[in-house]
């Protein structure tokens, strides 16, 4: 039993002593005497009985310790990633329905900012089909589309460069830096970022481009100052004319031009599916003759062809690795960073 303090008796008169032939310990509540014999000035204290031992904790407390403890845990496994990838640039292609919902757009905000502050560098490059399809519906046009790309004629071409770099660039800049991020807001034409020329398919699809060129150069500037580029696809020609930029190809030619690490590439699926017709079928990583083989064999087809050409694209011209991941998940950017189990499918050289 662990005793405290004394606490003096509230009288000063001695104890009478009992019979010397039956020395007992008596108790009252919380309280205990000591042995009446011998007879001493200390029989003038009583003495508390009452435990210090710190009282156990609710279950309240004790989850919470334990989820601050798997924080702790989370952040200790992440140092070799984070080691690993510091001071090297990302680049990260968002849109989908990573764009269309609240929660996934503050989550994708938040990694972004979380890999900046660890001492990544990423660059973030956006569409912004629904935002463009709601207001070409408010001037009384009706989005159309053809092989999954969109008709572009002149009317079209003003509202997609208006919505794209006015609205919804402006909005992802202030996003970003509500976040405790900087970010920089650019689009193809700003100092000659992206030089467009014509689709091979103009005649059908109006004012949509391809890259003709990327210049960098006012890129690693804003990099190198630990800001975030934020970039809209929309680009001219040598004659000043705006083209509307498909998001991924835009994505896989800046990440070659300022040497990214990483290519990734949010989209509305889980990633490269061995069977089309089978979730659970995700292949978690392969090279470019891997990647060729499974297009060949018709495994790959519709809208994942072009996304795999662009991070085959990229890393033939030097990005290490591209990932094709599903910005349906919440910090997907995290999980295919910073982890061993990813979230999608990475393609490697």
Known sequence: MLLTKPHLSNSFLPVPSPPPSSPTLSFSSNHARP????????????????????????????????????????LSEALPFIQRFKG????????????????????????????????????????????????????????????????????TMEVV????????????????????????????KDARLITARPSPNAAALGFVGEVSRVDAAVLHPIIAAGHIPVIATVAADETGQAYNINADTAAGEIAAAVGAEKLLLLTDVSGILADRNDPGSLVKEIDIAGVRQMVADGKVAGGMIPKVECCV????????????????????????ILTDEGTGTMITG
């Not at 970003?176 to 689009?187: E, K, Q, S, Y």
Request: charged share 15%; net charge positive.
């Open 313 to 336: 694209r990229a890393l033939a011209q030097g990005v290490h690795t591209a990932s094709i991941i599903d910005g349906r998940v919440p910090h997907s950017l995290l999980l295919e």
């Open 88 to 155: 090297k640039t990302v680049v990260v292609k968002y849109g989908g329905a990573a764009m269309k919902s609240p929660e996934l757009q503050a989550s994708v905000i938040r990694d972004l900012v979380l890999l900046s502050c660890v001492g990544l560098r990423p660059v973030l490059v956006h569409g912004g089909g629904p935002e463009i399809n709601s207001w070409l519906l408010r001037v009384g046009v009706e989005p159309q589309f053809r092989d999954g790309l969109r008709v572009t004629d002149a009317l």
């Open 161 to 188: 460069e208006m919505v794209l770099v006015g609205k919804v660039n402006k909005n992802l800049v202030s996003l970003i830096n509500i976040a405790g991020g900087t970010a920089v807001g650019l689009c193809g």
């Open 35 to 74: 042995l009446a014999a011998p007879i001493c000035r200390r029989s003038r204290l009583r003495i508390s009985a009452t435990s210090t031992a710190a009282p156990a904790p609710s279950a309240a407390a004790a989850a919470a310790a334990t989820a601050a403890l798997s924080r702790v845990d989370v």
